[in-house]
């Protein structure tokens, strides 16, 4: 079963500040977080393994909340280069990627 | 900085003709994968492999699809009889060790492949 991302999308100016969430109905071991722009492969930003991980990656970071079967991106600041869809990705034995949130950043 | 490699990166076919996609994984990569993405849609897992066997598959890959790892380099997805459905771009990925969550997977450029 797929996990939940909400928004669907966001739209926000340069320097705003953006969460996206990914909520599964079963447990969760791991949650990948990647980013596709339009026409492009898939690029990881970041796996969290542990509940209540938060991990960094520029001025995007992530938690896990494994109680609450969810993870958060948080994008910080956000530069024109953040546009693009991003996916969580939950795994047992297969990636699992949820629908996505369409990030666009505008000058 | 090494990188998964497909070929091609756009494929026509008539429906009911076979297709095979090729990708040359990451060196030291133990992991092998393929996803499909329709368009305006999420990636979808299709299968992964490991030591020269399936290790898990999806629903979608069905008797018509097939994977191999003819050589120490490629690795190739292969789908028997091509339907309009089956148009998509599907993307080859790897990691470095387990298949179980905790290492990043690669996307190569992915092969576009449009059913005529």
């Known amino acids: 079963q797929q996990p939940v991302q909400s928004p669907q999308a966001v739209i926000l100016r340069e320097g705003e500040d953006a969460v996206i969430n990914c909520s599964s109905s079963k447990a969760l071991y791991s949650v990948h977080w990647y980013r596709q722009k339009h026409g492009e492969a898939p690029v990881f930003l970041m796996i969290l393994l542990k509940g209540g991980e938060q991990k960094g990656h520029e001025k995007i970071s992530a938690s896990f909340n494994e109680k609450k079967q969810q993870s958060s991106l948080y994008l910080t600041a956000s530069q024109l280069s953040y546009s693009g869809t991003y996916f969580c990705g939950t795994n047992e034995a297969q990636l699992t990627f949820g629908s996505g949130t369409q990030l666009t950043v505008l000058p | 900085e090494p990188e998964v490699t497909q070929t091609p990166s756009h494929q026509v076919t008539q429906m009911g003709q076979e297709v095979i996609l090729r990708c040359v994984p990451i060196s030291n990569h133990l992991y092998f994968y393929w996803y499909r993405q329709i368009l305006g849609q999420k990636v979808e897992f299709l299968v992964s492999f490991y030591n020269n066997e399936i290790s898990e598959k999806s629903e979608i890959f069905d008797d018509q699809f097939s994977v191999e790892r003819p050589d120490g380099s490629n690795f190739t997805l292969k789908i028997r009889s091509t339907k309009l459905e089956d148009s998509a771009m599907y993307f080859c990925?790897?990691?470095?060790?387990?298949?179980?969550?905790?290492?990043?997977?690669?996307f190569g450029d992915g092969t576009r492949l449009s059913i005529l």
């Open positions: 990925a790897s990691s470095q060790l387990t298949g179980t969550g905790n290492q990043p997977q690669h």
